[in-house]
């Protein structure tokens, strides 16, 4: 027998988000159980995320969230997990613990009212500790072995032995919050596919100086689509969200969003871009792709162009920049202006109807040359991870290597901007624990 203070029936390793609810749950449902966590402190993500306000969850349903994954993707994987714990649950077990929430006008997500991570991290440890799970902090995982018994686990300290085994370690993104990504290795040689991880949800970068030369100005609403370089002519041709683009240009959108855009010294950011972003990242080619970007979804090109051409006729001696397009900032309209060789001094008389199209398709199709994505560094989750195929989503446990679970941003689950991917760690962990613990 192994000695009782290093032997415990379930061993959870990474104190993330995933990892506190899994080990939160397989100790209620009276499995002797550890967490195991590297860096100092549990729950560091948690802290960072949402700019450090935390976004638990989106105003949504469970089919709202499996909608959000993709219901024949990743969506379909997440049906079990979120039937243990959905949404509403989960809101309604972080306000269990003294935590009220709000829901964020318009976008739907979902925030502590306090605006403070740190007490989303409170309440999850306060939990925790009243579970009877020992939490283990500074303490890094260096070796996974399987033996007849379980698994054999050795840290920088001791080694400790368990007869089922779950990993939250996370992915890559934000390594500065212990996300590293240990766990591939571990699971890799465990007989583990490892779906090529990469950024998601991360800014986008260009070469394109007048880009970076309009940092600051955030445009709330617009689409953004990522496109083949060589497609955007038929792309260009995509009518707004109010007439349907031709079948030819729709297949050749690799990722489309309508939401706020932030010009950076780098390139583009905000939720439009970031949600987008993981086709750049995804693609083998990044710098054959443009973002092709319209900052009046809201307006027809013929609505567009009569405002225009009625403005021009009321304010002909006025300078064109200063007036026209009133809805956008008017240094994005000179920068625009400036991109169609256009003299920023033009008047509005003086602009002729073959350059008034050309301003008014820029306005409705900015092209913008991708030159690649942020890191993970600033990336707020990961794409890819543990291919789903190799795991059992009734149960979160592996298919290959039986007694092992995982749960969370190891797996090869990463959803859009607004809570999602919180939700899918949380529910994901919570299935994970309580199979774990044999329930």
């Known amino acids: 027998m192994n000695d009782a203070t290093t032997s415990y029936d379930v061993i959870v390793v990474g104190a993330g988000a995933a990892g506190l609810l899994a080990a939160t749950r397989a100790a209620e449902c009276g499995a002797r159980t550890l967490l195991l966590e590297k860096t100092p402190r549990a729950g560091t993500k948690i802290l960072m995320s949402g700019g450090t306000r935390c976004n638990i969850t989106h105003d949504t349903d469970r089919q709202g969230i499996i909608a959000a994954f993709g219901i024949k993707g990743q969506g379909r994987f997440l049906h079990s997990a979120l039937a243990a714990l959905g949404p509403r649950e989960l809101v309604a077990l972080i306000e269990a613990e003294g935590v009220p929430t709000q829901i964020e006008p318009g976008r739907g997500k979902i925030f502590p009212a306090s605006n403070r991570a740190t007490d989303v991290l409170g309440a999850l440890l306060r939990r925790l500790e009243r579970s009877g799970c020992q939490l283990a902090l500074s303490e890094p995982l260096v070796e ?162 009569a405002q225009v051409r009625g403005e021009c006729a009321v304010e002909g001696k006025r300078q064109l920049s200063s007036f026209v397009v009133r809805q956008l900032p008017r240094r994005l309209i000179e920068t625009l202006t400036m991109q169609l060789g256009l003299p920023v001094t033009l008047r509005a008389a003086e602009l002729s109807k073959v350059d008034r199209g050309r301003l008014v398709s820029i306005v409705k199709g900015a092209r913008i040359p991708v030159g690649g994505v942020r890191g993970f560094q600033v990336a707020e989750v990961t794409a890819g991870g543990v291919s789903l195929a190799e795991v059992d989503s009734r149960s979160m446990e592996s298919k290959l290597a039986p007694n092992l679970f995982l749960a969370g941003e190891i797996l090869d689950l990463d959803g859009p901007i607004g809570g999602y991917n919180f939700q899918a760690a949380f529910s994901t962990a919570w299935l994970a624990g309580q199979s774990a613990a044999g329930l």
């Open 144 to 305: 996974v072995h399987r033996d007849n018994e379980g698994f054999r686990l050795v840290t920088g300290r001791r080694e400790l032995f368990c007869a089922k085994l779950i990993l939250t370690t996370g992915g890559k993104s934000y390594p500065g919050s212990g996300s590293s990504g240990d766990g591939y290795r571990w699971l890799a040689e465990l007989g583990h596919t490892i779906v090529t991880p990469r950024p998601a949800l991360t800014p986008i970068t260009t070469d394109a100086e007048w880009v970076r030369n309009l940092r600051g100005i955030t445009i709330p609403d617009a689409i953004v689509r990522v496109v083949p370089r060589e497609c955007l002519d038929d792309a260009a041709n995509a009518d707004s969200p109010r007439g349907p683009a031709s079948p030819k240009s729709s297949r050749r959108v690799l990722a489309e969003r309508r939401e706020s855009v932030l010009f950076t010294h780098f390139g583009l950011s905000g939720p439009a871009i970031l949600d987008v972003s993981r086709a750049v990242s995804g693609h083998a080619e990044p710098r054959s792709l443009d973002l092709q970007i319209d900052f009046l979804p809201d307006l027809r090109l013929e609505e567009l162009d």
